[in-house]
């Protein structure tokens, strides 16, 4: 049976009517009795579906920061963390391997504030997602926020748009670290045979499809031995982040703290630096993309509404603090700033990286283990918005959403789901062969999709905060307490900012080249949704569907 209301009731009960708190929700299966993820899931109406997984004992704090957001979970908690931020190394080496963006339009010291600005906008936005996602731990995420918690006359839409919002985010994302795993590589060709190789953008998308079908291989058939795969990744980025930093530090000559905290350029001719160094705050906004990562495995989690939480906020702060730190540590080893943007393999830290070790070998060595961190981001990726996809399908969000939203039942995988989002992928880098200016418009579409998304959802959650009284909310765990209200005001009014520069062009003297393609994507893909929603969503879509209720798992 499908619900259409708008969940206003929520605070007070669960959809049923049984008000059940989450510090009184069992946490073990005793003789048949419902566990604690049971019990949550079915307040809102959903059954378990998917296998449960729990973190390895001793490490699951440090899986659930590493895995992910570079992207991860539990077997993919660490994935979806690590995918979400772009983590350890991704927050930090996935800036700086594409952050030509951000020097020529902030310059060094543009950077390093632009980071510090986006890392504090981050925490903001994780707070509050942290905060939901330990109230409602739906693998749907931020659409099951939005309908539960929006008032009833409009749902329904909202609750359809920021679903269609994450769904693009999360596959625009999948797109962009394999396309950017797939021209490292290229980079790397041409770093090592400068006068026999020249990078095309048909083996750029050869390359992608590689790095997507190890991803696809390692969350289906390698997918029992995901926490073994995470330990190992975690291990990867800790030894990465040292190989990378300490011959950087040692090796490198050292520019001034001037060159690195005062200086400012405005590559892109823009009226004032101030505005050069917003557009060039992108750049980091992109290497954090994703902190709600966590929260669209939560139905494979155990003990989601407490896991989900730390993980995203501890993710956030640990890889925010090294990625500064390796964001500072470039910058100072930097040398010729016009030498590393002219660069023939297109990653100033490519060249950064062979200057300081004076060997090609060493900047190779060094560069492979940004591309190991992309490919391993990658495998994170494509679980979480396989999950978003399956999640959004389940409630008839989608087109053909009767076999997207299937789950093998013998692996307990959604592998629909999976194939589609490597078909979706696979169709996006086509889009590269006809035009590099087009696909790297997903950079920009990966921090305007997601901040749209978050932007409802905070709003709706400001809303409830303001007109409910704090006694009456049905809180998780985790709760922001009285510093909800300011922390989520603080947070939408980065995301505005963020949102409107994603879309500017690196450069004032715009042409087809120049232009920044991701304001007529972000539209043709909301016109798309819109279109659907007219002809066919409205007419199936009700938000999250009923499957269950606390009465039938024996809660009374």
């Given at each position: 049976?499908?619900?259409?209301?708008?969940h206003?009731?929520f605070?007070?009960?669960?959809?049923?009517?049984?008000v059940?708190?989450?510090e009184?929700?069992?946490?073990?299966?005793?003789?048949?009795?419902?566990?604690?993820?049971?019990?949550?899931?079915a307040?809102?109406?959903?059954?378990?579906?998917?296998?449960?997984?729990?973190?390895?004992?001793?490490?699951?704090?440090w899986?659930?920061?590493?895995s992910h957001?570079?992207?991860?979970?539990n077997?993919?908690?660490?994935?979806?963390?690590q995918?979400g931020?772009?983590?350890?190394?991704?927050a930090?080496?996935?800036?700086?391997s594409?952050?030509a963006?951000?020097?020529n339009?902030?310059?060094?010291?543009?950077?390093?504030?632009g980071f510090?600005?986006?890392?504090?906008?981050?925490?903001?936005?994780?707070?509050?997602?942290?905060?939901?996602?330990?109230?409602?731990p739906?693998?749907?995420?931020?659409?099951?926020?939005?309908?539960?918690?929006s008032?009833?006359?409009?749902s329904?839409?909202l609750?359809?748009?920021?679903?269609w919002?994450?769904?693009?985010a999360?596959?625009a994302?999948t797109a962009?670290t394999?396309?950017?795993?797939?021209?490292?590589?290229q980079?790397?060709?041409?770093m090592n045979?400068?006068?026999?190789?020249?990078?095309?953008?048909w083996?750029?998308?050869?390359l992608?499809y590689?790095?997507?079908?190890i991803?696809l291989?390692?969350?289906?058939?390698?997918?029992?031995v995901?926490?073994k795969?995470?330990a190992?990744?975690l291990?990867?980025?800790?030894l990465?982040?040292?190989?990378?930093l300490?011959?950087?530090?040692?090796?490198?000559?050292?520019?001034s703290?001037?060159?690195?905290?005062?200086?400012?350029?405005?590559g892109?001719?823009?009226?004032?630096?101030?505005?050069?160094?917003?557009?060039?705050?992108?750049?980091?906004?992109?290497?954090f993309?994703?902190i709600?990562?966590?929260?669209?495995?939560?139905?494979?989690?155990?003990?989601?509404?407490?896991?989900?939480?730390r993980?995203?906020?501890?993710s956030v702060?640990?890889?925010?603090?090294l990625?500064?730190a390796?964001?500072?540590a470039?910058?100072?080893?930097?040398?010729d700033?016009?030498t590393a943007l002219a660069?023939?393999?297109g990653?100033?830290?490519?060249?950064?990286?062979?200057?300081?070790t004076?060997?090609?070998a060493?900047?190779?060595g060094?560069s492979?283990?940004?591309?190991?961190?992309f490919?391993a981001?990658c495998?994170?990726?494509?679980?979480t918005?396989?999950?978003?996809?399956?999640?959004?399908?389940?409630e008839?969000?989608?087109?053909?959403?009767?076999?997207?939203a299937?789950?093998?039942p013998?692996?307990?995988l959604?592998?629909?789901?999976?194939g589609?989002s490597?078909?979706?992928n696979?169709?996006?880098?086509?889009i590269n062969?006809?035009?590099?200016?087009?696909?790297?418009a997903?950079?920009?579409?990966v921090?305007?999709?997601?901040?749209?998304?978050?932007?409802?959802?905070?709003?709706?959650?400001?809303?409830?905060?303001?007109?409910?009284?704090?006694?009456?909310?049905?809180w998780?765990?985790?709760?922001?307490?009285?510093w909800?209200?300011?922390?989520?005001?603080?947070?939408?009014i980065?995301?505005?900012?963020?949102?409107f520069?994603?879309f500017?062009?690196?450069?004032?003297?715009?042409?087809?080249s120049?232009?920044n393609?991701?304001v007529v994507?972000?539209?043709?893909?909301?016109?798309?949704?819109?279109v659907?929603?007219?002809?066919?969503?409205r007419?199936?879509?009700?938000?999250p569907?009923?499957?269950?209720?606390?009465?039938?798992?024996?809660?009374?």
């Amino acid at each position: 049976m499908a619900s259409s209301k708008g969940h206003d009731d929520f605070p007070l009960k669960s959809m049923n009517g049984t008000v059940v708190s989450a510090e009184e929700m069992p946490t073990d299966t005793l003789n048949g009795s419902p566990t604690r993820d049971e019990v949550e899931l079915a307040r809102f109406g959903k059954m378990q579906q998917l296998k449960v997984q729990k973190l390895w004992p001793g490490i699951d704090c440090w899986l659930d920061v590493y895995s992910h957001d570079n992207m991860g979970g539990n077997a993919l908690v660490n994935f979806d963390c690590q995918a979400g931020s772009l983590e350890a190394e991704d927050a930090i080496l996935t800036c700086n391997s594409t952050f030509a963006g951000g020097l020529n339009n902030g310059g060094p010291a543009g950077l390093v504030y632009g980071f510090i600005f986006t890392l504090i906008g981050n925490i903001l936005q994780c707070l509050v997602m942290a905060e939901l996602a330990s109230m409602i731990p739906l693998a749907g995420g931020q659409y099951n926020w939005v309908a539960i918690l929006s008032p009833p006359w409009c749902s329904k839409f909202l609750s359809y748009i920021t679903g269609w919002l994450t769904v693009i985010a999360w596959q625009a994302a999948t797109a962009s670290t394999a396309f950017f795993g797939g021209t490292l590589i290229q980079g790397l060709a041409v770093m090592n045979y400068p006068d026999t190789y020249t990078p095309t953008r048909w083996q750029g998308t050869l390359l992608f499809y590689a790095i997507l079908a190890i991803a696809l291989f390692t969350n289906t058939y390698l997918a029992r031995v995901l926490p073994k795969i995470e330990a190992f990744i975690l291990l990867i980025h800790l030894l990465g982040f040292f190989c990378v930093l300490i011959p950087l530090v040692y090796l490198a000559p050292h520019g001034s703290a001037s060159d690195v905290f005062q200086t400012f350029i405005n590559g892109g001719a823009w009226p004032t630096d101030g505005l050069s160094f917003f557009i060039g705050t992108v750049t980091p906004m992109f290497a954090f993309v994703g902190i709600d990562a966590a929260s669209h495995i939560a139905e494979e989690i155990k003990d989601a509404s407490i896991i989900i939480p730390r993980s995203m906020i501890s993710s956030v702060l640990l890889n925010g603090i090294l990625g500064l730190a390796m964001t500072i540590a470039v910058l100072f080893c930097l040398g010729d700033l016009e030498t590393a943007l002219a660069t023939p393999t297109g990653f100033p830290i490519m060249e950064i990286f062979q200057s300081a070790t004076s060997s090609v070998a060493g900047g190779t060595g060094l560069s492979s283990i940004i591309v190991i961190i992309f490919m391993a981001a990658c495998v994170g990726l494509l679980a979480t918005s396989s999950r978003m996809t399956w999640a959004f399908a389940r409630e008839k969000g989608l087109p053909d959403y009767k076999y997207i939203a299937r789950v093998d039942p013998k692996t307990q995988l959604p592998l629909y789901s999976i194939g589609i989002s490597v078909i979706i992928n696979m169709l996006l880098a086509l889009i590269n062969i006809g035009s590099s200016a087009a696909f790297n418009a997903f950079v920009s579409l990966v921090v305007a999709a997601p901040y749209a998304s978050f932007l409802i959802t905070a709003s709706v959650i400001l809303r409830k905060r303001l007109i409910t009284p704090d006694s009456e909310m049905s809180w998780g765990p985790f709760r922001l307490g009285r510093w909800g209200v300011p922390v989520t005001i603080a947070s939408m009014i980065y995301t505005v900012i963020g949102c409107f520069f994603s879309f500017f062009p690196a450069t004032s003297s715009v042409d087809p080249s120049t232009m920044n393609w991701s304001v007529v994507l972000f539209g043709a893909s909301m016109i798309f949704s819109m279109v659907f929603w007219v002809v066919h969503g409205r007419k199936v879509y009700t938000g999250p569907i009923m499957e269950t209720s606390l009465a039938r798992i024996g809660v009374a």
